[in-house]
């Protein structure tokens, strides 16, 4: 088997999953409770709420996200907490609706608003969750911070359409250089299997429309939790490598070269 159709496999296995594992229930009426596999930090599974308005369809998180972090102690209402929402948000083409996350659709991109919506409340949950009341300083804000101390030249928050037709958001590209190709970073706040496995996954997708070369890093944040091998194995096992972000120094020259 090719690695052409091995990705196709995969893919193909991951849509039926997701096409078996989705449920549907009518609630009030007028909405629609759409229920996915995807799984938040509770493990609990994702839900998302969809009805027709003006010839075309409203989703929403009904605020869950948002509403979720706050009760567990991460409080957005900073200047620099509400731009990176926003930033965050803009990448997926995701509204912020007095506190819900939302998407209008019509039905021909339905599927790809409904995974934008999907992907935006998973990339918010793990941006902002912090493990304890009060944090300093966000784990991205520390890649940015690192980033920008050892010269790294980078674009944040840059979107690319899969070869499924999916858009994924990539926290930051460091462009091609004399010496080095593209190089994707995503920072993962909470290195988990279900963290690990989304970004496996939109890389899987991205990786054939983008050159040849390019590499994917992701840096795990290991401030406060112990990365299972199993994580950084299921990383290695698909070409993208992982640091640790105490490991961080050993990357840095390939990073800004």
Known sequence: MTILQEIEKLLNDYRAWLKDKTTLRE?????????????????????????????????????????????????????????????????????????ALEVHATAENFPVHKHNLLQAMLAVNDLFYLAKPVVESLFYEDVVTWLDANDIRYTPKVKFTGTSGYDHLFDFVVPKSRKQPERILQAINRPIGDTAKLFILAWLDTRQVRPPESKAYVVLNDNEQTISSAVLEAFRSYQIQPVPFSRRADVVTELAA
Not at 70 to 96: A, I, Y
């Open 27 to 99: 609630v009030n009426g007028s909405w629609v409770e759409i229920t996915t596999p995807y799984l938040d930090r509770h493990n609990d599974a994702l839900q998302i709420y969809a009805r027709q308005e003006n010839g075309g369809y409203v989703l929403t998180d009904d605020s869950y996200t948002i509403h979720d972090l706050e009760s567990s102690g991460c409080n957005l209402n900073t200047e620099k907490r509400r731009d990176l929402l926003k930033m965050t948000l803009n990448g997926f083409g995701v509204k912020l609706n007095s506190e």
